[in-house]
């Protein structure tokens, strides 16, 4: 079946009679919203149309020639293949959490699926194995994810001096062509021209069609996945964003990512971010070359000395790019290995690749901690160039985790505790950075499903939080206008940065504050397994999840500082304790029942039971009172 924005043929005709019958009556508790695959069309290259693709080789071809065979002075002769293997990108397609999350957007609206395979399965999307969209239709080769081929046959889609000589051709072939990138919108080659930034003056041509091309140096490039909008939603002049199901079964009105609901934004972030707009000298925080890092490769794909090809008469190079492309996630791989024994993976690949995140992470955030009467601060610095954390808005999070021990090592209090044997963490004494998507009452209406905050990705509306800490450069017009606002908080043009305050208890001699981040958390994991009916992903998922350590949290940073005396009651930190310090009390009083959520209260949590009650009002009326 041919896929265009204007036919659609059968899955078009199939459903349009369902989408008049419910458009005036409200839909039975958790209906599936009778979405079509044009409500999810982005333009770019499409599968079954009138160009035909050949298909994306297995990145096994690729291994023979790019894969790590010796070190020259210390430095890897060949270093491409095996980075890849251990990257996310090369497990796009294998990730159960993937698998388990398209089930759930595919039951909340039909065919939702389809604009995840378009990225993580990109190959076989184009080759119009898409259907039906849980990926059941894949074949073997689909499963590289975002594999070599994938990458290097990607065409810029906007022409220049430098483009390809092809690429005119290939682009002139493209309708409808994408307005901005985003949302796996992508261009490729019908051929299998392999594509890359180097030129080959001082060495032999490759044994395969190749372009030299710019555009895989650019931020662009990333976008074409990195920037994921529901386009079944669109936005309305007060800011929010709506459907009515009389518009469903056609593609969105402007086709611009901006009007559709965001999902992921990392792109725009980086775009209006100060990296974008000069670069930011990071004197090597992410590798001695580039210095200062402008672009997404700068920080993923640093320079590296290495040969791009292992046959003979290719040179080592100071800049090949690193081709581990780490992100985030050092906990997936375990899945994987366990899911697919008999994929060819090298464990020791993937472990490096595990490792790759965590340096990556640990490089994101500055931690620092200081002390102010008997309170201590911690400040966490944004060192990257999008939010921090970025990227897949459920389940992943970043918290503070602050001990305060006495002077004989004593734990006395400890906030943000995450319990490793059950995967809880606590909450309501520190600060969480995450998003929560969430449907209003329209959308709530349509599906069956509660108004509010949710993990119903495909249906998802609205933003009730969102208090990741933005990047350099970040201005609140700018982020608004690319639908990646704050939400819930207030961040001041150009903060990079955010401050919580810890109240320490009486006797405090040392505190040590840890910043942890988190791939998934158990209520997002528990979720995909319940609220699955549909097969038995969420299941395998969960089942993976338990022995693989629970998505085990990553230690980002850590720092520990020796308390100076205090006096109690002195939460102003100016050294008296008079009625400056009990203004701050009432607005914290939650009632006895109840506990408090903003962090800063904590500080007037005298018995830390977790609530600012009167009895702490008790406490602290006899420490103003002598």
Known sequence: MKRTANNFGVVRSALSALVLTVSHVALAPAAQVPTTLIDFFQAGSQPNGDVVYEEFVSSNTCQFCHERQGVHGGAPLTDIYAPWQGSMMAQAARDPLFFASVAIANQDAAFAGDICLRCHMAGGWLAGRSEPTDGSSMIATDFDGVSCDVCHRMVNPVLSEQSPFADAGILASVDPFPVSPGGGNFVMDPFDRRRGPATFESSPLPPHAFEVAPFFSTSEMCATCH????????????????????????????GNKYDMFPLERTYSEWLNSEFAATGVDMAGRYGPSPLVVRTCQDCHMPDTPGKACNLDGYPVRDTLASHELAGGNAWVQDMVLNLYPDDGLNPAYLEAGKAAAVAMLQRAATLEVTQTGNHVNVRITNETGH??????????????????????????????????????????????YEVHLGLDAAVAAVTGLPEGKGFHFAVANVVLKDNRVPPRGFTNAAFAAAGAAPAGVSYADGQYWDDTAFRMPQGTRDVTVSVYYQTASKEFITFLRDANITDTTGQTLFDQWEITGKSPPVLMASSTIVAVPFA???????????????????????????????PGCAVFDFDDDGDVDANDVAEFMLVLTG
Not at 399 to 406: A, C, E
Not at 413 to 422: F, I, P
Not at 573 to 591: K, Q, R
């Open 568 to 598: 109690d009651g002195d939460h102003t930190g100016d050294g008296v304790i008079d009625l400056a310090d009990h203004a701050e009390l009432p607005a914290c009083l939650t009632g006895p029942d109840d506990v408090y959520t903003e």
């Open 387 to 432: 939010k921090l954390p970025t990227g897949y808005p459920e389940g992943r999070r970043m918290w503070i985790s602050v001990k305060f021990y006495d002077d004989s090592a004593t734990l006395l209090a400890e906030r943000g505790y995450y319990d490793t044997s059950n995967a809880e963490l606590t909450t309501t004494d520190t600060k969480v």
């Open 227 to 254: 920037d994921v909008s529901n386009p079944v939603f669109m936005r309305q002049p007060d800011g929010t964003y709506a459907v009515s199901l009389e518009s469903l079964d056609q593609p969105h009105a402007t």
